[in-house]
């Protein structure tokens, strides 16, 4: 049977350092992290962040998270505060990204955070990723592995269909344990959460013994792209629905609802953990179907439904 997929690769050793040769010569790759997959370059080039800029369709200004081994390696770019090292404590390797400021003398490409004085940093958990960040000596620019303002990939497969013959490799790590984008927090100044995750603003506010605030999406605007539209079929989204005619998609949550062909169950066992893993990739088989509207129940706002319900409001725009 011909392989259908050509561009996924087994993680194994051959592979890893295959992916490694790559990075070293300013390609991309496509890589698995416990979030979701995201599309890797050295942060280090100029050359290899424009491609990913450009694969992507994504506007200039919106800048990149840069992602790291150890805090040996992170010391070179950023300002590390006390903020910091009380969640790094807590919560890392783990789906959380700080914005620090940059060091006057850091590497990295000006292009790779928009130019600002600002950068978001991430130490990932995924084994795979890390594999690969420890053998390197510079760290990896890595948005999600989509065209911009689409859906983000939650499987090697997701990451193929989102840019075909024009991603050569991608490291097939199975389903992302997570599901959904990592914690944005902002410690620049007094800490404040920019995106939720599965870490959201009640951990945060506990570890830093504070009153963490959450960026709403309004006028406020911190991160540029936070506000446009984001995570997106392609089709439109209503929420908190109660109930769908037969030609409509209903992405619901829980086991009050009956089995049909249009009900799409992010978790028969109200499981907002499992719920979280199942968003994307129920948001990308819809969307494969022709519907022409998506409606949505309420999902609980606790845990990491406060992320799911905030992914949903923007892909809704
Ligand atoms: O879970 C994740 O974070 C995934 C995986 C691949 O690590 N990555 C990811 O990257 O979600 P991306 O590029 O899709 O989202 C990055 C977010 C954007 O909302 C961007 O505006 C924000 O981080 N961001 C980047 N640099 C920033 C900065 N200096 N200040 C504020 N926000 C920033
Ligand atoms: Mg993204």
Do not use: W
Not at 40 to 58: H, W
Not at 285 to 298: A, D, E, G, M, R
């Amino acid at each position: 049977m011909r392989n259908i997929y050509p561009n996924i690769f087994k993680v194994n050793n051959k592979n890893l350092s295959k992916a490694v040769d790559y990075l070293k010569k300013k390609q991309l790759i496509g890589v698995p992290t416990e979030t979701v997959y995201g599309l890797a370059g050295n942060a280090y080039s100029t050359k290899a962040v424009k491609k990913i800029y450009l694969l992507k369709n994504r506007p200039l200004k919106n800048p990149l998270i840069i992602h790291y081994f150890n805090l040996d390696q992170l010391r070179k770019d950023v300002e590390l505060n006390a903020d910091f090292y009380k969640l790094y404590k807590k919560f890392c390797p783990g789906p959380i990204t700080f914005v620090l400021k940059k060091k006057k003398n850091s590497l990295l490409a000006a292009v790779a955070t928009a130019n600002l004085k600002t950068v978001a940093v991430r130490l990932p958990e995924n084994k795979t990723i890390r594999r690969i960040l420890r053998v390197l000596n510079f760290p990896l620019a890595i948005p999600s592995a989509n065209k911009s303002t689409q859906i983000s990939p939650v499987s090697a497969k997701d990451v193929a269909s989102e840019f075909g013959n024009s991603l050569t490799f991608i490291l097939n790590g199975g389903n992302c344990k997570i599901g959904l984008e990592s914690t944005v927090v902002d410690l620049t100044s007094k800490a404040k959460i920019l995106r939720p995750g599965l870490i959201n603003p009640f951990d945060v506010s506990k570890v830093l013994n504070k009153k963490t605030k959450v960026h709403t999406g309004s006028k406020t605007i911190k991160a540029p792209g936070m506000l446009k539209r984001h995570y997106s079929p392609g089709i439109p989204i209503k929420l908190n629905q109660k109930k769908v005619k037969n030609n409509e998609a209903f992405i619901v949550f829980g086991k009050k609802y009956k089995k049909a062909k249009n009900i799409f169950n992010l978790s028969y066992n109200s499981d907002l953990n499992e719920a979280a893993r199942n968003l994307y990739k129920i948001l990308r088989l819809i969307k494969n179907k022709n519907y022409k509207l998506i409606c949505v129940s309420s999902i609980p706002r606790r845990g990491i439904g406060l992320a799911i319900n905030d992914r949903l409001s923007r892909a809704a725009k």
